[in-house]
């Protein structure tokens, strides 16, 4: 696609505007039905030859700053531009700066005036390597729930269905893969590569598709949705342009609760084990924090092939505030083909059981085993004697 950088005296008709567009994607075999759009500089966002050049065309006019204009580096400066209008250069900067990355100039400036015609234009044409399109992105952040398709909310189902690209770790993708139609870009990556998935993902979306990222669990609980917004806020997001709509979905915590009966009754928190971005002095402050304040906790990524210790370190300090009798459920693969659920005790607890696809859940000092159910009771108050916690 073709982008027109244009220059003009002021008053310049649209027909003169017209005639060396035409006539100079003519001489230079470019075809005028590949105009994306036409490009100038702010002061003429007002100018009514271009104005209605661009109305007559239904073309799109998108104006830059004198700023941005002069920070583009062009084949041909002019010193009296620059004193003019504090860039010194408008048709070929506004060319390439509208085209975007890797623009090509293909037609550097040009002056035309035309006899008998009041005004002149300066022109330049640059080709962008990335199709346009009008419309504006939209980035999709969807939690797709624990595992089976029967967990993930309506709302989500519909925006994977809906998307034009659907990107994601490629477990989560197959475990949505039912949902998706033909016709739609599916792009998977390994799990590490949760950076350029996001980047990947925005770079789609800004080109005017709309992408759904998605994430198992819930995306805003250490899945993609704080790392894309974080990645559009350092790309200068403007908070609207590509439009973001978050979907929830059933994060771990919840189902495996629900698979235990009723452990998160009372007052509860999540702790990840992950040290990869965050420090681990500050996992251990929040575990000693959540330990001594008897929350129920809900420990996510507990233990991995490489990082293997930082459970049993929970788990003592947590037998420094807790009786060693306390109830403590691992949760593996929830959901999913594979599920399996072992009740234990903080005091019995086999790290050995634990691996990357388990949730625990340590009961906090009234929480008891009842069968093969886990039970908080609502409240600390009403506990006959016997039951009274230490
Ligand atoms: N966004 C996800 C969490 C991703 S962090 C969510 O909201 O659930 C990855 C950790 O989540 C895993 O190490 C594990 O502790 C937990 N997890 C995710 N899915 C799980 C499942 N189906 N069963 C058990 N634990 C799960």
Redesign the pocket.
Known sequence: MLWVGIGCERGTSSRLIASTIDRTCRNHHLSTSAIAGIASIDLKANEVGLLGFCRDRNLPFRCFSSEELSAIEVPNPSAIVAAEVGTPSVSEAAAILAAGDEADLRVKKQIVREEGEAGAVTIAIAQSQQEFTDRTGALWLV?TG??SLEQITPAARSAIAQADVVIGYLLYVDLVSPLLRPGQIIETSPITQERQRGDRAIDLAQWGLTVAVI?????G???MAGLVMEQLQQRGWDGKTPKVEVFPGI??LQ??AARVGAPLMHDFCAI?LSDLLTPWEMIEKRLTAAAAADFVTAI???RSQTRTQQIGTARKIFLQHRKADTPVAL??????PDEQITLTTLGELDVEAID????VLIGNQSTRQHGDWLITPRGYLGFGAGNTPS
Not at 331 to 336: D, E, I, L, N, P
Not at 356 to 359: C, E, H, Y
């Open positions: 939690g624990p595992g994430s198992s669990g819930d995306c609980i250490y899945g994060t771990a189902a495996a990840s996510y990524n507990p949760v593996r693969s929830v959901y999913r990357m696809l388990t949730v």
